[in-house]
């Protein structure tokens, strides 16, 4: 590692998360900007650039104060910053593609959202594996009484097995991701036959997925428990018709922001309610739960008076207690 190598990797690893700063501007903003400006490969490239650069000029100001720590590290070049800060920010697209919000790759030339629904945003099985990372040199050298280059073994040999373990992790997910949609796709839902499907992590329960169908005329969410031989009633399913047709609706699909909107959610559900003499159009994610607290969780709505003029637009969080 050159100087400065640890606090690169750090600040590149957790840098594109000042995405979330949208969240200040609005769910419009947060769904746009979230996960997209410096979680795509072009943002992500330019922040490794810039950080790379700012530690370089760092190196420049404060100089080593001794010969010794001279010879351990020589004058940081731009291209191994460059290495170091882009490894923190691709470890970090990384965990956020495996996750169910997933990132925009390919912003700002093309709006798509890449994701693998492996994990959740947090999952207590990483934080425990990287944790045991940091404590298996500790077991090593109390096995082991050599310091010196051992340690150095030990602390790479550590590391090593600790990746090993989260990509075995992450395969596992994988295999029980796929095993979750199978289930779904082969059974009918109140007689109905699926065409699509998706299955969403729950927490930090490796076996337990939030299932949702997609079927004609209806979507149809249910929890899948995959790995554990649990029995699955697909009739247990909570039905989401979609909305009849209606002038509303038809105004409501055609809104340029409901268009934006189904460019991020993955099985948006709408509605339309009389509220007085009034109207509105709403339509939302069902991969996230209706009280889902989590800032991804976001809904269109369209207020639109008794001759279909629109009088309230906006996007709104689902955790937002204003009615």
Not at 1 to 8: D, L, Q, S, Y
């Amino acid at each position: 590692m050159p100087r400065f190598g640890t606090a690169m990797l750090i600040v590149s690893g957790v840098a594109p998360d000042l995405d979330y700063l949208s969240y200040f501007g609005g769910a419009h903003y947060f769904i746009r900007f979230h996960r997209t400006v410096l979680h795509s490969l072009a943002g992500s490239a330019l922040m490794a650039c810039a950080l790379a650069g700012i530690f370089c000029a760092l190196d420049r100001k404060y100089p080593r104060r001794t010969a010794a720590i001279e010879q351990s590290f020589p004058p940081l070049s731009f291209r191994g910053a460059l290495v170091v800060c882009a490894i923190g920010a691709a470890g970090h697209l990384l965990l956020d593609l495996a996750s169910g919000v997933g990132v925009q790759l390919f912003w700002p030339f093309k709006t798509h959202w890449s994701e693998w629904d492996l994990v959740t945003n947090f999952d207590l099985w990483i934080l425990l594996l990287l944790a045991a990372g940091l404590l298996l040199p500790l077991l090593f050298k109390l096995v082991n009484e050599e310091v010196g280059e051992q340690k150095k073994r030990t602390g790479r040999l550590a590391g090593f097995i600790t990746l090993l373990l989260l990509a075995g992790y992450f395969g596992e997910k994988a295999n029980l991701h796929s095993q979750a949609v199978d289930l779904l796709l082969a059974r009918e839902y109140h007689g109905r036959i699926p065409l699509s499907a998706g299955a969403f992590p729950e927490g930090s329960a490796p076996f337990d997925w939030r299932g949702v169908v997609a079927t004609d005329d209806t979507l149809e969410t249910i929890d899948v428990q995959v790995g554990l031989n649990q029995p699955f009633d697909s009739n247990s399913s909570i039905t989401h018709y979609k909305p009849q047709d209606s002038p509303a609706l038809e105004l409501g699909q055609k809104s340029p922001a409901t268009a934006q909107f189904l460019e991020y959610a993955r099985f948006p559900i709408g509605r339309v309610q009389h509220v007085e003499a009034d109207y509105r159009f709403e339509v939302r994610d069902l991969r996230f739960e209706a009280d889902d607290n989590e800032l991804a969780n976001v809904l269109l709505r369209i207020d639109y008076d008794s001759r279909l003029q629109v009088r309230r637009e906006e996007f709104r969080f689902a955790s937002s207690t204003e009615p």
